[in-house]
C-alpha cells in the first residue's frame, strides 16, 4: 500500500502532460474519432504529452494518432494481457514511450503519476471506472489535478446528471473537491487545463503567504 499512498500525494504541479481516458471501440457515432483526433492535435499544438492505456484501435487510437501526426509525444502504459486485444506489437512500436505493466492496478497507477490532468472522452465501463476512481480520489483530498468530462454530443449527460442526484441525495461530500469541467467543445479542453491549473498554482502562491504571515 506504501506505492498506491505515495502516488497519490502529488500536489500542485505545472500542466505538462494530460492523460486521455476512452474507448477501445470506436463507438457508433464518427464525432467521437473525430473528436479524439482533434483533441490530440490540440493536445501537441499545446505542447503538451499524451498519457493513455497503449491502445491502438477505436478512439485510443484516434486520439494517439492526432498527436503523433502533428509532432507529440506520446506515453503509451498498457497491461501486458490487454498488448494484442487493444493493440498490436508493431502499432505500439510508434510510440514515443510504452510502459507494459503487470495488470490494471499497476497500468492506473502509473497513468496517474505520468498525469497532470484528465480528459474523459466516450467509452465503455472501463472508462468510466477510470474517471471515477480519480474522482474519488479528488473528493478524499490525495490530489488536485483537473478533470474534464468532453461531453461530446451529450454523451455524459446521464453520468453527470446521476453525480447531481448523488451530491442532491448527501453522499458526495466535500462537494467543492469534486469539481470537474465539462466541455462540449473539443477545442476548448486543453485551454481550460491549462487556465485551471494556473488558478490552482495562483491559490497554492497565495495560502503559502498566508501561511507565512
Known amino acids: 500500500m506504501r506505492f498506491a499512498y505515495e502516488c497519490l500525494q502529488e500536489k500542485t504541479v505545472p500542466i505538462r502532460s494530460i492523460c486521455i481516458y476512452c474507448g477501445s471501440q470506436p463507438g457508433r457515432d464518427p464525432a467521437y474519432l473525430a473528436a479524439g483526433r482533434a483533441l490530440g492535435k490540440s493536445i501537441a499544438a499545446h505542447g503538451l504529452r499524451l498519457v493513455y492505456g497503449g491502445g491502438t484501435k477505436g478512439i485510443m487510437g484516434a486520439v494517439a494518432a492526432g498527436v503523433l501526426s502533428n509532432g507529440g509525444q506520446v506515453t503509451g502504459i498498457i497491461p501486458e494481457f490487454l498488448v494484442d486485444m487493444e493493440a498490436t506489437r508493431h502499432s505500439l512500436g510508434q510510440l514515443d514511450e510504452l510502459i507494459v505493466t503487470e495488470d490494471m492496478h499497476q497500468r492506473k497507477h502509473k497513468m496517474f503519476e505520468r498525469s497532470d490532468a484528465f480528459v474523459t472522452l466516450p467509452g465503455g465501463i472501463g472508462t468510466l471506472e477510470e474517471i ?18 468532453a461531453n461530446i454530443g451529450g454523451f455524459w449527460d446521464p453520468m453527470l446528471s446521476l453525480i447531481d442526484h448523488m451530491r442532491d441525495e448527501g453522499f458526495i461530500h466535500r462537494a467543492h473537491l ?4 465539462v466541455i462540449a467543445d473539443v477545442e476548448d479542453i486543453v485551454p481550460a487545463i491549462l487556465e485551471r491549473g494556473e488558478e490552482r498554482a495562483a491559490s497554492r502562491g497565495e495560502d503559502t503567504v498566508i501561511s507565512r504571515l
Open 132 to 149: 471515477v476512481e480519480i474522482m474519488t480520489w479528488g473528493q478524499l483530498g490525495r490530489h488536485e489535478k483537473p478533470m474534464v468530462f
Open 178 to 181: 469534486v469539481r470537474p469541467l
